[in-house]
């Protein structure tokens, strides 16, 4: 069982429309990531929310971390082609000793 | 450019063979990971290190060895190379909020 439920696995949408992604979990983080990875390279950090609540934007992305910090969501507004990625949510347990447990990532295909 | 290299890029070994992958890195950080990435899972962790010498098991560690001689290099064993071990292992080092990845090395077992 993963600890971390991403959703959706897989997301194709045309250029200039809205997504949402979902990170889901029933553990309490004391922070959560998003990283997004280019085929064959390693994932690259997008974000970083501490505070249960909190709201981050970066250009026309969104990131939301629950008020329970149990889980959290990436918006996508008017997606572009090179927002093609696998994009994925990783969240750092209070005790894991600087340890991440990863969700299972969501394949974005953005179509021109 | 966070420094980390990883050797390595691609291997091609048989069931029962030995083999290490190596991760180094610049920056002299204490925190060093291994994890591996296959379709539908992520990325999960094998092994970690907080310090020269000092290692700790991960989520799916069995099959796997790692050692640490040095603040600079973590190296990652698979002591009999399995056909369940061919995935894309990644290295990572902590930094102070975030990890960095290496690129990556794709290892086959046939």
């Known amino acids: 069982t993963q600890l971390l439920e991403q959703s959706p696995q897989f997301l194709s949408i045309q250029e200039g429309e809205n997504l949402t992604v979902y990170c889901n979990s029933s553990?309490?983080?004391?922070?959560l990531q998003w990283y997004r990875q280019e085929p064959g390279e390693g994932p690259v950090l997008l974000v970083t929310v501490v505070t249960g609540g909190e709201v981050k934007k970066l250009k026309r992305l969104t990131f939301q971390f629950g008020d329970a910090r149990k889980d959290s969501s990436l918006h996508i507004t008017a997606a572009q082609t090179g927002d093609t990625g696998l994009y994925l949510c990783?969240?750092?347990?209070?005790?894991?000793?600087?340890?991440?447990?990863f969700g299972e990532g969501t394949q974005l295909t953005v179509n021109p | 450019d966070a420094g980390i290299t990883q050797s390595p890029r691609h291997k091609v070994t048989e069931t029962g063979t030995p083999v290490t992958l190596r991760c180094h890195q610049t920056e002299n950080h204490r925190y060093m990971y291994w994890y591996r990435q296959d379709p539908g899972h992520g990325l999960r962790l094998i092994h970690y290190s907080y310090g020269v010498k000092d290692t700790d098991k991960g989520e799916v560690s069995d099959g796997y060895s790692v050692s640490r001689s040095k603040t600079e290099d973590f190296l990652l064993t698979l002591e009999s190379a399995t056909s369940s071990q061919t995935s894309v292992y990644f290295c990572a080092i902590r930094g102070f909020d975030e990890q960095f990845f290496g690129p990556g090395t794709r290892l086959t077992v046939l």
């Open positions: 553990s309490v983080f004391s922070s």
């Open positions: 990783a969240g750092e347990l209070g005790t894991s000793g600087s340890r991440l447990t």
